[in-house]
């Protein structure tokens, strides 16, 4: 990154040289993942704004094979935890351990540890075991007998719930479905690209052929370098009034929060550097509305029966909250 960092702002020629970078960690784990580049845009959105991606799929769709193709891209580390009811929180985050040999008690870090963490079927865990990947997701630390333990940066959590099979699960509370900046579905590949992955000597899933195109230290200065693109007060009014609109609205019991809210504003940040602009718009809202927010939101028992979803919502408050218009200059 060579622009000044003293900037107020995100610069043009910042903004330019990020989009740059992104382009290529896009098309680097397009070489495993095929035919899905609108999900890996979330998830690198996910990785430059320091959130977290829920995949709600069936299994099969290379969910796994996302997770590990991001880190290769980003050259750093994947773990993979397969979510269980017997599964104990230092399974996840590691534990202290006695070394007879000097007497020594020592930290051995869990699967956390890693710049992407994939979760599978993460509603299978019990309440205290999810409680503990909370921790990690919201303060990057973990705490051990005292002690904290920071996680590497960037930290990546890709967890995933199958919608199908909901047997012996645990349905994940809001406040922890709060954490995931997005949520989004890989689903299955259309025709052309579905032949593709069947096609002998096809590199779908083969997450050795995905170059490394940048670092974790990378990641993280224009993540923080993001933090500085402008986003207009218009806009800051629009998204507040979203979120009052979601509250107002008679079908739900709990509207987008603030927490949500201010989430919104910081993929809004990526989104557009993304599309190399270094301001956000209103499409760059009604855009990302439906993954930051929909999940953060929880209808009445009876919105829920009538089959309302809170994608309706959301659709609702976008219809009737009018867009800031550019003014004149």
């Not at 060579?2 to 043009?12: F, I, N, R, V």
């Not at 209103?282 to 009876?302: K, N, Y």
Request: hydrophobic share 45%; aromatic share 4%.
């Amino acid at each position: 990154m060579t622009a000044a960092a003293t900037s107020p702002w995100a610069t043009e020629s910042e903004v330019a040289e990020f989009r740059a970078v992104r382009e290529r960690v896009a098309d680097a784990v397009e070489v495993a993942v095929h035919g899905k580049r609108h999900v890996v845009d979330l998830c690198l959105l996910a990785v430059f704004a320091g959130g977290h991606v829920l995949l709600e799929d069936v299994p099969g769709t290379g969910k796994t094979t996302l997770a590990r193709a991001v880190a290769a891209s980003l050259g750093g580390t994947a773990r993979r935890v397969q979510f269980t009811p017997d599964l104990l929180p230092s399974d996840v985050t590691g534990t202290t351990v006695f070394h007879p040999a000097d007497g020594s008690i020592r930290f051995r870090p869990g699967p956390v540890f890693a710049n992407v963490l994939l979760a599978d079927e993460v509603n299978r865990a019990a309440a205290k075991t999810q409680a503990a990947l909370l921790e990690v997701m919201e303060e990057r630390t973990v705490t051990v007998d005292g002690t904290a333990h920071p996680v590497p940066r960037p930290f990546l959590v890709v967890a995933t719930q199958n919608p199908v099979d909901l047997d012996g699960t645990y349905r994940l509370p809001e406040a922890q479905l709060d954490r995931f900046l997005v949520r989004t579905a890989l689903g299955y590949p259309d025709s052309e690209h579905e032949l593709d992955v069947l096609r002998p000597g096809s590199t779908a899933g083969d997450v050795d052929d995905v170059p490394t195109v940048t670092d974790p230290e990378e990641v993280e200065r224009w993540s923080a370098a993001l933090a500085r693109l402008h986003v207009a007060e218009p806009i800051l009014r629009y998204v507040r009034e979203l979120g009052a609109a979601t509250r107002a609205d008679d079908r739900v019991r709990l509207g987008a929060s603030t927490r949500g809210l201010r989430s919104l504003v910081r993929a809004l940040q990526v989104h557009a550097a993304a599309q190399g602009r270094h301001y956000v718009v209103p499409s760059d809202v009604q855009r990302l509305a439906e993954p930051v927010l929909a999940h953060r939101m929880m209808l009445t028992r009876d919105a829920a029966l009538a089959g309302h979803t809170t994608a309706d919502v959301l659709g609702a408050a976008l219809e009737q909250v009018p867009a800031p218009q550019p003014t004149a200059g």
